[in-house]
T-cell receptor, first 110, second 111 residues
Framework: GQSLEQPSEVTAVEGAIVQINCTYQ??????LSWYQQHDGGAPTFLSY????GLEETGRFSSFLSRSDSYGYLLLQELQMKDSASYFC???????????FGKGTTLSVSS | DTEVTQTPKHLVMGMTNKKSLKCEQH?????MYWYKQKAKKPPELMFV???????INESVPSRFSPECPNSSLLNLHLHALQPEDSALYLC??????????FGPGTRLTVL
């Protein structure tokens, strides 16, 4: 079977740092992506890791360890607008289907 | 133009109706996707088109029929749907192996 595990909810205050973990078990692995989705909106791409290590894009960073089947999304200097659902997703084949985790709801308070 | 557009935004249909959802992208992307998303759940892949050919069909019931008339357009034809098919239907496109661009979705209600 294929599964991606991530926490269902995370809460934090403005200015804080949050890490959302994702472990996966899939029949194939090509890369790990992260998407953000606000209520009523569409998923938007945040980050992608195909190789081990850290990718940094502004306030967001993503990490991958292929040997541990594990990755995380790090959100720094949290803002209220970061309150959203965050999905990790695995590409099991080159350039095609995404398998999504169940999503983590992040609530940022002032 | 870096967006995926979908029409209609909202659709209410009866179980005997036939309707179509439309998706368009002008980014020259080679792959286009249909996902279904229920409330508080992740998107679930339905179909993948690669170079205008259906490459993945995730065991979707035949009451959903995809069509890719050209490299920019993707349709999803709906017929004899059930109330449990009510969901947000998302279209996405991609060129490479990493980023998928999602449209705003069509919120479908089946009565």
């Amino acid at each position: 079977g294929q599964s991606l595990e991530q926490p269902s909810e995370v809460t934090a205050v403005e200015g804080a740092i949050v890490q959302i973990n994702c472990t996966y078990q899939t029949s194939g692995f090509y890369g790990l992506s992260w998407y953000q989705q606000h209520d009523g909106g569409a998923p938007t791409f945040l980050s992608y890791n195909a190789l081990d290590g850290l990718e940094e894009t502004g306030r967001f960073s993503s990490f991958l360890s292929r040997s541990d089947s594990y990755g995380y999304l790090l959100l720094q200097e949290l803002q209220m607008k970061d309150s959203a659902s965050y999905f990790c997703a695995v590409s099991s084949q080159a350039g095609t289907a995404l398998i999504f985790g169940k999503g983590t709801t992040l609530s940022v308070s002032s | 133009d870096t967006e995926v557009t979908q029409t209609p935004k909202h659709l209410v249909m009866g179980m005997t109706n036939k309707k179509s959802l439309k998706c368009e992208q002008h980014m020259g992307h080679r792959a286009m996707y249909w996902y279904k998303q229920k409330a508080k759940k992740p998107p679930e892949l339905m179909f993948v088109y690669s170079y205008e050919k259906l490459s993945i069909n995730e065991s979707v019931p035949s009451r959903f029929s995809p069509e890719c008339p050209n490299s920019s357009l993707l349709n999803l034809h709906l017929h004899a749907l059930q109330p449990e098919d009510s969901a947000l239907y998302l279209c996405a496109s991609s060129q490479g192996d990493n980023e998928q661009f999602f449209g705003p979705g069509t919120r479908l209600t089946v009565l």
